[in-house]
């Protein structure tokens, strides 16, 4: 009966504990994902824009710099919808090979595969080409290249659930919680009682 008391109470405080922490492991969001390759730093920076007016500003953007060399890059965008789409390849990045280009959310739209190559090029990109599909290989010496996808988009955030971290978090309170359970309930039982005094009466 203990040994049952101890479990329950292991599942139930695990279960606490992982939606106490359901930012950890739980999030609603819409990530760019793509390959780069370039002989040299760059600063990507996506901008976005969650109306059909177009007009790209600061504050609806996301830089990450990712470092030379073959490169497997995501990021997160801050928005419940995106319609317009942008990339801006950092300041004179002369060579750079961007593949697999995808924003992802309730769909996913693979950028570069588009067959009607609706793509507008910043008058800093020098040479741009594309090849096998899915590949986009751009030139510029100059500070301000960038690729601008002309398609009305409508994609919003999806459900993304870290199961790594919410196993991580539901095991590891369920045998801390155990551990202790058991612990106490072995020191309760090798605890000597407590005899009460017997009460004796003089008999006459």
Known sequence: MRMFKVLSFSIVLAAIATFATVNDWYAKNIRVTFNSESSQDINYQIFYTDTKDGKMNEKQSVRKMIPAGVQTVKIVLPTE????????????????????????????????????????????????????????????????????????LDVTPRMVINWTKLLQIAFSTFFI?????????RKKAEKPEEKSPKNSKDRK
């Open 177 to 185: 919680a155990l551990f202790l359970g058991l612990f106490l309930t």
């Open 81 to 152: 919808k995106v319609v317009h789409f942008r990339i801006d390849f950092g300041v004179k990045p002369k060579t750079v090979y961007v593949s697999d280009l995808k924003l992802i959310g309730n769909t996913e739209v693979n950028i570069l595969a588009d067959e009607e190559k609706e793509y507008w090029f910043s008058r800093h990109v020098e040479e741009h080409q594309f090849f096998d599909g899915n590949t986009l290989r751009i030139v510029s010496n100059q500070t301000d290249p960038y690729m601008y996808y002309k398609k009305d």
